[in-house]
């Protein structure tokens, strides 16, 4: 019985045992089922991040694109938006810079102590005009202590009973791309020789002179205007109130010197013409067509000639001309008349000034001082005649005049 007994409670334990086995093994198996699951999930989870289904696909590409031309129209709206407002704010750096005033102390409102500053001052008196200097022509001024002066009522005066050349001056800046008003206020008192504004600009060995309208006598106070263009690439000027050898008594004042937008082109602008549709004329006028490089032939050739373009009349009446390219091919043929001769001003003026200039119907050979005339201006035009340059790169035609070339001269 104790035997069984024992073999009873062994059989039980191996049941026991048996059991807790099997269901660790089923309890580990749905574990490792439970983690397959999920990692599967994991790694449909990755794969759909790479491989999206196709109506995502869609969905998230009809999203992408409608977003991509959201972003366009924004950025296009916004580089519009900067356009204008660039567009906006140059117009209105381009007016400030045009209304802006170059010149310092135009109204000549401020003063300085000069004479504590620069003992060598040519200012007159103890107060000179801030922001401007002044210049005494030492070579060319018999007086070289003339009166310079800023007077009480805020203006600049330069007088002198001797003869005196010089100049009260300021720098200015410039862009040499823009061009220029310029403006000032002048009153002269008996004064001989000129008085004006004179703008110097200086680059390398190169000078250049613009002047105003020039003004001397007696005048009341008056304005004067101008527009100056930039000739040398240069961003600094010295403006000049220019007083030139003589005497008398000069005033200036409100200077003024402000952009006016581009410069003005330097180049000749194309002149377009067009081909006559008649042509009139008086027998004692001549016609220049308007197509120098086209052929003319008077179909009634008694009526003148045509040479270079030019009509000469012969006769009066009626024809036609014929307009020929430059291959001969007629293109236009219109009607052309010739009056009988006319008397003008510009013809009476033309002949008062030969009989002025010529005289020829005056001359008398019995005169002798006549005589002695005629054989100077005989031998001066033989001396112009010899010694005119005829050199095919020459810049002038007589040796007295190659100064003219001078950087010196008027701009």
Same mark, same amino acid.
């Given at each position: 019985?104790?035997?069984?007994?024992?073999?009873?409670?062994?059989l039980y334990?191996?049941?026991?045992?048996?059991?807790?086995?099997?269901?660790?093994?089923?309890?580990?198996?749905?574990e490792?089922?439970?983690?397959? !699951?999920?990692?599967?999930? &994991?790694?449909? =989870?990755?794969?759909?991040? $790479?491989?999206?289904?196709?109506t995502? /696909?869609?969905? #998230?590409?009809?999203t992408?694109?409608t977003?991509?031309?959201?972003d366009?129209?924004?950025?296009t709206?916004?580089?519009?938006?900067?356009?204008?407002?660039?567009?906006?704010?140059?117009?209105v750096v381009d007016?400030?810079?045009?209304n802006?005033?170059?010149?310092?102390?135009?109204?000549?409102?401020?003063?300085?102590?000069d004479k504590?500053?620069?003992k060598k001052s040519?200012?007159t008196?103890l107060?000179?005009?801030?922001d401007w200097?002044?210049?005494?022509?030492?070579t060319?001024s018999?007086?070289?202590s003339?009166?310079?002066?800023?007077?009480?009522q805020?203006q600049?005066?330069?007088?002198?009973?001797?003869?005196?050349?010089?100049?009260? !001056?300021?720098?200015?800046? &410039?862009d040499? =791309?823009?061009?220029?008003? $310029?403006?000032?206020?002048?009153?002269? /008192?008996?004064? #001989?020789g000129?008085?004006?504004?004179?703008?110097?600009?200086?680059?390398?060995?190169?000078?250049?002179?613009w002047l105003?309208?020039?003004?001397?006598g007696?005048?009341?106070?008056?304005?004067l205007?101008k527009?100056y263009?930039?000739?040398?690439?240069?961003?600094?000027?010295?403006?000049e109130?220019y007083?030139?050898k003589?005497?008398?008594?000069?005033?200036?004042?409100?200077?003024?010197?402000?952009?006016?937008g581009?410069?003005?082109?330097?180049?000749?602008?194309?002149?377009?013409?067009?081909?006559?549709?008649s042509?009139?004329?008086?027998l004692?006028?001549?016609?220049?067509?308007?197509?120098a490089d086209?052929?003319?032939?008077?179909?009634?050739?008694?009526?003148?000639? &045509?040479?270079?373009?030019?009509l000469?009349?012969s006769?009066t009446?009626?024809?036609?001309?014929?307009?020929?390219?430059?291959?001969?091919?007629?293109?236009?043929?219109v009607?052309?008349?010739?009056?009988?001769?006319?008397?003008?001003n510009?013809t009476?003026?033309?002949?008062?000034?030969?009989?002025?200039?010529?005289?020829?119907?005056?001359y008398d050979t019995?005169?002798s001082n006549m005589?002695?005339?005629n054989?100077?201006l005989?031998?001066?035009?033989?001396?112009?005649?010899?010694?005119?340059k005829?050199?095919?790169n020459?810049?002038?035609?007589?040796?007295?005049?190659k100064g003219?070339?001078?950087?010196?001269?008027?701009?």
């Amino acid at each position: 019985m104790e035997i069984k007994k024992k073999h009873r409670i062994m059989l039980y334990s191996a049941l026991i045992l048996g059991t807790i086995l099997v269901n660790n093994s089923y309890q580990a198996k749905a574990e490792e089922f439970t983690k397959t !699951t999920s990692t599967s999930q &994991i790694r449909d =989870t990755q794969t759909n991040n $790479v491989e999206v289904p196709q109506t995502e /696909s869609t969905t #998230v590409k009809g999203t992408s694109t409608t977003t991509t031309q959201q972003d366009l129209s924004n950025s296009t709206a916004s580089t519009a938006t900067a356009t204008a407002t660039h567009s906006t704010m140059k117009q209105v750096v381009d007016n400030q810079t045009q209304n802006k005033e170059l010149v310092k102390n135009g109204d000549f409102k401020e003063k300085i102590i000069d004479k504590k500053i620069d003992k060598k001052s040519q200012w007159t008196n103890l107060y000179g005009a801030k922001d401007w200097n002044t210049y005494i022509d030492q070579t060319k001024s018999v007086n070289k202590s003339p009166i310079i002066q800023r007077t009480e009522q805020g203006q600049v005066s330069l007088s002198s009973d001797k003869g005196f050349r010089g100049a009260v !001056t300021q720098k200015v800046n &410039i862009d040499p =791309t823009k061009k220029y008003e $310029v403006k000032f206020d002048i009153e002269t /008192s008996n004064k #001989v020789g000129q008085a004006f504004l004179r703008i110097m600009k200086k680059k390398d060995k190169n000078t250049r002179l613009w002047l105003s309208e020039m003004t001397s006598g007696t005048t009341n106070k008056h304005t004067l205007t101008k527009i100056y263009n930039p000739k040398l690439n240069v961003s600094e000027v010295t403006l000049e109130l220019y007083y030139e050898k003589g005497t008398g008594s000069v005033t200036f004042d409100n200077i003024s010197m402000k952009a006016k937008g581009p410069k003005d082109s330097e180049h000749p602008q194309p002149v377009t013409t067009q081909i006559e549709e008649s042509v009139n004329t008086a027998l004692n006028k001549n016609y220049v067509f308007n197509k120098a490089d086209y052929q003319y032939t008077l179909t009634n050739p008694s009526l003148g000639k &045509i040479v270079g373009g030019i009509l000469y009349p012969s006769a009066t009446g009626s024809t036609t001309v014929k307009i020929s390219d430059k291959s001969g091919k007629i293109i236009k043929e219109v009607p052309l008349s010739v009056t009988a001769s006319t008397e003008d001003n510009f013809t009476k003026l033309l002949d008062k000034w030969n009989d002025v200039t010529i005289g020829n119907h005056v001359y008398d050979t019995n005169d002798s001082n006549m005589q002695k005339l005629n054989q100077k201006l005989d031998e001066t035009n033989a001396k112009n005649i010899k010694d005119i340059k005829l050199d095919s790169n020459r810049t002038f035609l007589w040796e007295d005049l190659k100064g003219l070339n001078n950087p010196l001269q008027h701009s």
